[in-house]
Nanobody, 121 residues
């Protein structure tokens, strides 16, 4: 199970970015996928999750209405569309996969390398 996150970069407040989480060696369609982030000096936090249990998507409060998680099964990729970015969104973003509910991602998921998002004017 290998995951690769990409799409990060340096943007200004209010801009948008789309992160990608590409899988190799397994089919993402059969996994719950989540995005996490870790800002400098802070603990890792869950950002969003798309579940295989019920197909629902979940978001941490600080990104609700701004971020959207989605799957493209044909490309074996999960995306995180991030709009109206704020400086506090600056972090390394990671994706993780688990063949279970979102609750199991942090402790039992397979993780990819992160991608850095910097929001600064």
């Amino acid at each position: 199970v290998q995951l690769q996150a990409s799409g990060g970069g340096l943007v200004q407040p209010g801009d948008s970015l789309r992160l990608s989480c590409a899988a190799s060696g397994f089919t993402l369609e059969h996994y719950t996928i989540g995005w996490f982030r870790q800002a400098p000096g802070k603990e890792r936090e869950g950002v969003s999750c798309i579940s295989i249990i019920d197909g629902s998507s979940y978001y941490t409060d600080s990104v609700k209405g701004r971020f959207t998680i989605s799957r493209d099964n044909a490309k074996n990729t999960v995306y995180l569309q991030m709009n109206s970015l704020k400086p506090e969104d600056t972090a390394v973003y990671y994706c993780a996969a688990v063949p279970a509910s979102c609750d199991y991602l942090a402790d039992f998921g397979s993780w990819g390398q992160g991608t850095l998002v910097t929001v600064s004017s």
